[in-house]
């Protein structure tokens, strides 16, 4: 059983830094897509981005939304399992709860972005909270 374990919400004033942590733990598949989701207060979950990892555990292929492009970075630390979201110069509109994602065997694909569906695994989500 996959589980995801996010942390590092918090609630910061505009134009700070928030790292997000996810803790992998499980089997997911040989090779797997990961990604950050986001829900904003009254709005579905938006894919924030999302990133491959192959069998050899190495990252590649990140992509992002473009309302976060050029301030988050997503990475995967293969040694401790451990997907990462660093947020820098945060907005208020980037105010939401952020879950972490993955679905086995395959790479990340564009619509991976956009379809939540497309996911079997969730973490349970940590909030971010940012003021202007």
């Known amino acids: 059983q996959v589980h995801l374990v996010e942390s590092g919400g918090g609630s910061v004033e505009a134009g700070m830094s928030l790292r997000l942590s996810c803790s992998v733990s499980?089997?997911?598949?040989?090779?797997?897509?990961m990604a950050w989701f986001r829900q904003r207060p009254g709005a579905g979950r938006e894919g924030v981005a999302s990133i491959d990892v192959d069998s050899d555990g190495r990252d590649s292929s990140e992509k992002y939304d473009r309302s976060v492009d050029g301030r988050f970075t997503i990475d995967f630390d293969n040694d401790h399992n451990v997907l990462y979201l660093q947020m820098n110069k945060l907005k208020p509109e980037d105010t939401a709860i952020y879950y972490c994602?993955?679905?086995?065997?395959?790479?990340?694909?564009?619509?991976?972005?956009?379809?939540?569906?497309?996911?079997?695994?969730w973490g349970q989500g940590t909030q971010v909270t940012v003021s202007s």
């Open positions: 994602a993955t679905v086995g065997e395959t790479f990340c694909w564009p619509y991976h972005m956009t379809r939540a569906s497309a996911y079997t695994y």
């Open positions: 499980g089997y997911i598949g040989p090779y797997y897509c």
